[in-house]
């Protein structure tokens, strides 16, 4: 079965970096549209980036200029970097994948798949 494993979040200053990580196993890793979620406490889910198989990338407005989502097909993992980081990131980070890139990328919660979440907190 798929499974997305999510490493690499915890607590950091503002102005500091992170990089997350998910790991997928039990599918076709590189034929997958892979993204990236978030959900702060007492928020919605809203989605920050994805790559789709064709190795083109869509990215959230706060998102731009900060982070860098990535795939290594190889390894079947996807890689998120946070730089700049704020206290309003804080909150759980999701990967999540589908075979075909759901219609609205980031901006539907429609994908097939979703991995536990790792936290990220930000400190002023």
């Known amino acids: 079965q798929v499974q997305l494993v999510e490493s690499g979040g915890g607590s950091v200053q503002a102005g500091g970096s992170l990089t997350l990580s998910c790991i997928g196993s039990?599918?076709?890793?590189?034929?997958?549209?892979m993204g990236w979620f978030r959900q702060a406490a007492g928020k919605g889910r809203e989605g920050v980036a994805a790559?789709?198989?064709?190795?083109?990338?869509v990215y959230a407005e706060f998102a731009k200029g900060r982070f860098t989502i990535s795939r290594d097909n190889a390894k079947n993992t996807l890689t998120l970097h946070m730089n700049t980081l704020k206290p309003e990131d804080t909150a759980m980070y999701y990967c999540?994948?589908?075979?075909?890139?759901?219609?609205?990328?980031?901006?539907?919660?429609?994908?097939?798949?979703w991995g536990q979440g790792t936290q990220v907190t930000v400190s002023s």
């Open positions: 039990g599918y076709t890793y590189s034929r997958y549209c």
């Open positions: 999540a994948t589908s075979r075909y890139c759901p219609n609205g990328f980031i901006t539907t919660p429609n994908w097939e798949y």
């Open positions: 790559s789709t198989s064709g190795g083109g990338t």
